[in-house]
């Protein structure tokens, strides 16, 4: 995965739905700032119910997002069922730490109480894989399965599968989530204060939402991984003279020289706290919403670089 690699162009894919399961920021419009800091999904109550039950707090968290994000792209009805195309739609989740506080909570069962102290209940949460089953199980979505947990650059990673996914015609639609949740195993791995986030978004070609009557929110015009920002910059197709109208990125990272220091900047996780592999799919949803404010230009999304063994870039047009 250090390799440098880029996406084919044969065909387009856009942001047709947008959700947030995110405290202290009530619509994605919000993410660019300043923050309000109140009101959004409070998990105290957002984070209960039937359907949620006996599920682990990313599980909850990814579900509710996606909940918001099929409804904001028209794929469900009144009753919250999914009415797209079940068979053909993927669940890609990107988390680091998701459910590293079910595999501690089950590890430290067997040291105590051996295998046989292990709940049925709770064993499902230990897989690497568990909220995205729970998701696709959620709505019965039968296409293309996975979870990306590869680091800070783990959320554009996801982005990329996903319209990758597309693109090979293995999937018609994606849903793409990204979360990271709260909790005392997080927090001490960090060494901060963790934060809830989940971030949803539904991926399909342009014109498979026109033929709905859904509207493109943002394209996902290009993407690169490579070691260094710079290199991943040039694979993704930014250069000294694309008109990049905003930076979402991390200015530490950067690296980038005179490029990047001229656009105008927002770093999420300075606003919002770690945020993991919740950054990647946030910053596409950051990306909407400067679409939607008439803004010029492209967006720019990074993460990654001289701190960590690799670098992302994705690039978002109107």
């Not at 996914?165 to 293995?170: D, E, S, T, V």
């Not at 920002?229 to 690296?255: H, Y």
């Not at 980038?256 to 799919?281: H, N, Y």
């Not at 404010?293 to 063994?309: F, I, S």
Request: proline residues 5%.
């Amino acid at each position: 995965m250090n390799a440098t690699h880029a996406n084919p162009n044969a065909r387009e894919v856009v942001v047709t739905g947008i959700g947030l399961a995110l405290p202290g920021v009530a619509t994605y419009g919000d993410l660019l700032g300043p923050l309000p800091g109140e009101g959004g999904f409070d998990p105290a109550t957002g984070l209960i119910g039937r359907e949620l039950r006996h599920k682990d707090r990313a599980s909850r968290l990814a579900l509710r997002a996606a909940q918001f994000a099929l409804h904001d792209a028209g794929l469900t009805d009144a009753d919250n069922t999914f009415i797209g195309a079940t068979d053909s739609t993927a669940v890609v989740v990107s988390t680091n730490l998701g459910n590293a506080d079910s595999v501690c909570e089950a590890t430290d069962t067997i040291a105590t109480a051996g295998v046989t102290g292990l709940s049925p209940l709770g064993l499902p949460q230990t897989s690497s894989n568990v909220i995205a089953g729970w998701v696709a199980i959620r709505y019965r979505l039968r296409g293309p399965n996975l979870t990306v947990c590869n680091g800070v650059t783990s959320g554009l990673d996801a982005l990329a599968w996903a319209r990758n996914l597309i693109m090979a015609g293995r999937a018609e639609a994606a849903l793409v989530v990204g979360v990271e949740p709260a909790n005392d195993v997080v927090t001490k791995i960090l060494g901060r204060q963790s934060t809830d986030a989940a971030v949803a978004v539904v991926l399909e070609p342009p014109d498979a939402a026109a033929c709905r009557g859904a509207r493109p929110r943002a394209t996902i015009a290009g993407y690169a991984r490579a070691r260094d920002l710079a290199a991943a910059l040039t694979c993704a197709g930014v250069t000294e003279e694309a008109s990049v109208g905003l930076w979402l990125g991390d200015e530490a990272d950067a690296g980038a020289g005179r490029l990047l220091a001229a656009m105008r900047r927002i770093d999420l996780e300075a606003q919002l706290g770690p945020l993991s592999g919740a950054l990647g799919v946030l910053q596409c949803a950051a990306a909407a919403a400067h679409f939607e404010g008439d803004a010029t230009g492209t967006v720019l999304a990074t993460a990654g670089g001289p701190r960590h063994d690799a670098a992302a870039a994705l690039l978002l047009t109107p």
